[in-house]
């Protein structure tokens, strides 16, 4: 099983639209986690085929990070250089950092690094995406 994590406006109805447009192409949710930062809803599913399961999303204007990112937050500027201090203190390297939301004082950001298990267990205060299989 693969994760993808969606990132959206935390609105009524919005887990509703994401198994509407799944299930209409054929594709179930094998698991399921949900996190609120702020305004904002960060919905990590398990797929058997999640290449299928983030095509459909992303064709339905659903904002997905890959399996591979480890998704974090921070409630303050200064949370993206802590993060990169204890990445670097650590020993892992990062090979892609992607801002998926930073409005109303929160930040979420996706981070893909050289050694997953280790960046989850430094970050583990940041991590939303628990159930991602990282943990």
Do not use: W
Not at 60 to 79: L, M, Q, R, Y
């Amino acid at each position: 099983m693969r994760s993808i994590t969606v990132v959206s406006d935390n609105r009524n109805g919005v887990l509703a639209d994401i198994s509407y447009v799944l299930g209409k192409s054929g594709i179930d949710i094998d698991g399921l986690n949900v996190d609120v930062v702020g305004d904002k809803a960060v919905i990590a599913m398990g797929f058997k085929d999640a290449k299928r399961a983030n095509e459909v999303l992303e064709q339905n204007g659903f904002k997905t990070a890959n399996a591979e990112a480890i998704i974090v937050k921070g409630s303050h500027s200064d949370a993206l250089l802590e993060i990169a201090r204890t990445l670097e203190n650590g020993k892992v390297r990062v090979r892609r950092l992607l801002t998926l939301c930073s409005d109303t004082g929160n930040y979420i950001f996706a981070i893909n690094v050289d050694k997953p298990r280790r960046a989850f267990r430094l970050l583990d205060h940041y991590v939303v995406n628990r159930f991602a299989g990282h943990s």
